[in-house]
């Protein structure tokens, strides 16, 4: 594995680790349809990240630099959408829109 694509796993690792770990604080700020909303993104930041594993291993230099490039976005935007909760239909769309793109990126390069 080169390290660029060792990167981009740690990544989305990172990336799944934000969303697990804000899970609990931003669960009690949503009604049910946000709980699942919530859980529906960290469920497919755990997909992207498992589903990456295999994929980034066979994946062509631009296809890793794309994923690489999007996941670093996708950490981005999910970081500072849970800097400020008060917003919290925003905070979720920003983690299911990042969580989203990510998944697409990696299930297009299977």
């Known amino acids: 594995m080169t390290s660029q694509a060792q ?3 740690d990544q989305l690792k990172n990336q799944y680790d934000l969303i697990h770990s804000s ?3 931003v669960a009690l700020k949503c009604n049910d349809v946000q709980k699942d909303q919530l859980a529906r993104a960290l469920d497919d930041a755990l997909t992207a990240w498992l589903e990456a594993q295999n994929t980034v291993l066979q994946a062509n230099a631009p ?3 794309r994923l690489s490039d999007e996941a670093a976005r996708a950490t981005a935007a ?3 959408s849970l800097e ?3 917003d919290i239909q925003a905070t979720l769309n920003t983690i299911t829109q ?3 793109g990510v998944l697409a990126i990696v ?3 299977s």
Request: glycine share 4%; charged share 25%.
């Open 78 to 80: 999910i970081g500072s």
């Open 23 to 25: 899970f609990d604080e």
């Open 84 to 86: 400020n909760l008060k």
């Open 107 to 109: 299930r297009a390069a």
């Open 63 to 65: 296809q890793v630099q």
């Open 98 to 100: 990042a969580v989203k």
């Open 7 to 9: 990167q981009v796993l």
